[in-house]
């Protein structure tokens, strides 16, 4: 069964004081006519070869507001999928992984004592992440589980903006219903969203205020107040990543760009309704930040790392990253892009391309991608370039003596991985970029911007990932040399690139079984690796607590960076320890924030690998996507006191 494109399921009015000129010119209705949002009155901006005409409404009754709520319900699908997945993977499981510790102890601080604290090694704001899991704190009492739980039930709430997003976009119901399943399973949303960490909180609130942001500066009918608050939502986006200021700055820039900011009252009041707020909020964080808590050690080191980078460290960036999100986009979208395919034909009979500027842009775009692959393959790079979160070990950084064991080797299937991720961005540009349309066919100089919304939409959607992409260059600095940048820093270009794929492909028809089939795909294999993962952690932390248990204190026991920074930095903090005590060659984690421990007894999953120690206890743990099984040990240094009575 195949889908047919977008089109609008609504009866258009035409009033008969409309300019014989501007009827003239009313589009007819077309597989490629947006879908009109569901409201009591909707604006529609009529074409004049002399300008804009004023909007003409089409009423419908305010009960249509009901209708439409219930018109909607394919947004429930992906929803129940997501929480049967969240249900299957051991979402309460009691332990902490890579740096959420950091924002799991800051939650418990604020509940004890009611001091907001952020911690010297945190590098993102994250005020706002430590006020939603304090908020869960207090509802369903403070578990490392619970904090598990608000990243689950946030990202739902972003995939739900992110439906709004696309419906705004002018993508059907089922589409973008479709979308949101794609961004919910896609493997480094779905993993990420199973940690504390800041990045997933982070994109559901960047949704949440673009979604409101469209709303409100739609073409033709602005509503100030959802201004205001989309602006206010963004200013939250910036406590919790840096990245959030790039969201207001963003829409006034594709403002200016669309000429709808101009130099007069109204201008000058529609900037402040879009910025005011997020400024106000980030003067008064780094007023907090620099009065009351200290600036973190890591946020400023972020300059230093840019200059002694030089400009060989930032061309470095700029070579890689882009090439690197366009391969990565280029798997998480394939479901989409190979259900697209059977489309090609129908659509290659009309015109492809809107402009020739789109398709030299794709020939350009096309040119560089293949030289960039070429060049990584011949140094022998393959997917995935960055991995933190996905990669050949599974899914989620394990930060534990040993690591975990490849389950997928350095053959065949991550060759295959590149040339189908390759393939994948080529599609992607043409798709999206045969969309564009010539300076003189898009904006009118010296006029008010003219066009359907949806496509102006598209524009801000397209300046908000063009930022957030600039958004990753400041943290990818510190991971130069340790494969240019993390996985996790593209996460807000996921949905993003989602929502400009599927506005781009609205005129081409959409085989919905073959879609839905590799989004099954992706959440097998998401919820197997997560599931993994939080199972492998479980086994760390459980002989850790083991170890407790039978007498080794925490400052002669290396756990793993999850376990050693949530039970030791704080005691680093106030003892004041500056100096690590445990010896030469021991992992990252000891010298940033576990240096209380000598390391006397380690958790490993290896166990010939650590001269000098022996082996006091083993587990197993059972793993989905490995058909071993893996193993834990809990090591001692040979000359240490033997404190196991048995085993675990």
Excluded: C
């Excluded at 009691?94 to 090694?121: C, K, M, Q």
């Excluded at 775009?365 to 060049?375: I, K, P, Q, R």
């Excluded at 060659?585 to 006397?600: I, L, Q």
């Amino acid at each position: 069964m195949r889908e047919e494109p977008s089109g609008s399921d609504g009866i258009e009015q035409r009033s008969p004081e409309a300019p014989r000129e501007a009827i003239a010119t009313w589009p007819e209705r077309s597989p490629d006519r947006p879908e009109p949002p569901d409201q009591a009155t909707t604006p529609v901006p009529l074409a004049h070869p002399d300008g804009p005409v004023t909007a003409l409404p089409v009423t419908k009754p305010r009960s249509s507001r009901l209708r439409s709520v219930v018109r909607n319900w394919p947004v429930l699908i992906p929803l129940a999928l997501f929480a049967i997945a969240a249900m299957v993977v051991p979402t309460m499981t009691n332990i902490a992984t890579t740096d959420d510790w950091g924002y799991t102890r800051s939650v418990e601080i604020l509940l004890d004592d009611g001091h907001l604290r952020v911690f010297p090694v945190v590098a993102a704001t994250a005020v706002g992440q430590i006020l939603w899991g304090a908020l869960f704190g207090l509802t369903f009492g403070m578990t490392l589980g619970v904090m598990r739980l608000s990243t689950v039930v946030m990202v739902a709430l972003g995939a739900v903006a992110l439906y709004a997003i696309l419906r705004q976009l002018g993508i059907g119901r089922g589409r973008s219903a479709t979308g949101m399943a794609l961004y919910l399973f896609n493997p480094l949303g779905f993993i990420l969203s199973f940690t504390f960490m800041t990045d997933p909180h982070f994109v559901s609130i960047l949704l949440i205020s673009l979604a409101l942001y469209m709303h409100g500066l739609r073409l033709g009918r602005e509503i100030g107040w959802v201004i205001v608050i989309a602006s206010i939502v963004a200013g939250y986006a910036f406590l919790i990543r840096q990245q959030g200021a790039l969201i207001p700055l963003s829409v006034v820039l594709w403002l200016i760009v669309s000429r709808r900011l101009p130099v007069s009252r109204p201008g000058i009041r529609r900037a402040l309704q879009v910025a005011l707020a997020p400024a106000l909020m980030l003067l008064g964080y780094y007023l907090w930040l620099r009065f009351f808590n200290d600036v973190p050690d890591v946020q400023e080191g972020f300059l230093q790392g840019v200059i002694e980078a030089g400009w060989s460290g930032t061309w470095l960036l700029l070579q890689r990253l882009p090439f690197y999100v366009v391969m990565y986009l280029g798997v998480f979208l394939m479901p989409v892009i190979v259900a697209i395919l059977p489309g090609f034909r129908e659509r290659l009979q009309n015109r492809f391309f809107e402009s020739p500027l789109g398709y030299w842009l794709f020939l350009g775009f096309t040119g560089v991608a293949l030289t960039m692959f070429f060049v990584m393959t011949a140094k022998g790079g393959v997917m995935p370039y960055m991995p933190q979160f996905v990669g050949p070990s599974g899914f989620g950084p394990p930060d534990v003596q040993g690591s975990r064991r490849r389950i997928v080797g350095e053959g065949m299937l991550l060759e295959t991985l590149t040339i189908t991720a390759i393939l994948g961005a080529i599609l992607i540009g043409l798709l999206v970029l045969r969309r564009v349309r010539g300076g003189q066919q898009v904006l009118r100089p010296r006029r008010p911007a003219t066009g359907t919304p949806d496509n102006h939409a598209a524009g801000l959607v397209a300046m908000v990932a063009a930022w957030q992409f600039i958004g990753m260059l400041p943290p990818s600095y510190h991971y130069l040399n340790r494969g240019v940048s993390l996985d996790r820093y593209m996460l807000p270009l996921v949905p993003l690139g989602i929502a400009l794929l599927l506005w781009a492909v609205r005129d081409i028809s959409l085989a919905q079984p073959v879609t839905w089939l590799g989004i099954a795909l992706f959440a097998v294999v998401s919820t197997a690796g997560t599931r993994d993962y939080l199972v492998f952690m479980d086994a760390v932390w459980d002989m850790g607590r083991f170890a407790n248990e039978r007498g080794v204190e925490n400052t002669k026991l290396d756990a793993g960076s999850g376990w050693d920074g949530y039970h030791l930095y704080t005691s680093m903090l106030d003892e004041g320890i500056t100096k690590a005590k445990s010896p030469p060659g021991s992992p990252w984690w000891v010298y940033f924030y576990a240096k209380p421990t000598d390391s006397t007894y380690i958790v490993s999953t290896v166990l010939r690998a650590h001269r000098g120690y022996i082996m006091v206890a083993h587990r197993e743990y059972d793993q989905w996507l490995d058909d071993e099984p893996g193993d834990v040990y809990l090591l001692r240094r040979f000359d240490a006191p033997w404190p196991i009575l048995d085993p675990p």
